[in-house]
């Protein structure tokens, strides 16, 4: 089992830039990849950037592409979500969440049922 815990969200106006952090424990770092999701308020939770375990590939979706970067030190245990150009309909609450399965070369199709450990989440409000 993985621990998560997120820090870095807050309230920025929109066109500003925030950095959201996750650590875990638990479970080798550098074996599984990582994701991060978002819920807005009466929204299902969205799948928003993911990263495989070597940092070698990521994705992202179509929402964020070109002013979201995710990114991992896994010397540090810490996958980051670096977010720029952030527009008031990015406010939800972030999570981090960790693959269940390791060594996983790809993230292409995957939900969010396919992620085992979940934080408990760090709210990102913008402003217009």
């Known amino acids: 089992q993985v621990q998560l815990v997120e820090s870095g969200g807050g309230l920025v106006q929109a066109g500003g830039s925030l950095r959201l952090s996750c650590v875990a424990s638990?479970?080798?770092?550098?074996?599984?990849?990582m994701g991060w999701f978002r819920q807005a308020p009466g929204k299902e939770r969205e799948f928003v950037a993911g990263?495989?375990?070597?940092?070698?590939?990521?994705y992202y979706s179509d929402s964020v592409k070109g002013r979201f970067t995710i990114s991992r030190d896994n010397p540090k245990n810490t996958v980051y979500l670096e977010m720029n150009s952030l527009k008031p309909e990015d406010t939800a609450v972030y999570y981090c969440?960790?693959?269940?399965?390791?060594?996983?070369?790809?993230?292409?199709?995957?939900?969010?049922?396919?992620?085992?450990?979940w934080g408990q989440g760090t709210q990102v409000t913008v402003s217009s």
């Open positions: 638990g479970r080798t770092f550098s074996t599984y990849a």
């Open positions: 990263i495989t375990w070597g940092g070698d590939v990521t």
């Open positions: 969440a960790a693959d269940m399965k390791t060594f996983r070369h790809t993230l292409a199709g995957l939900t969010a049922g396919d992620f085992a450990s």
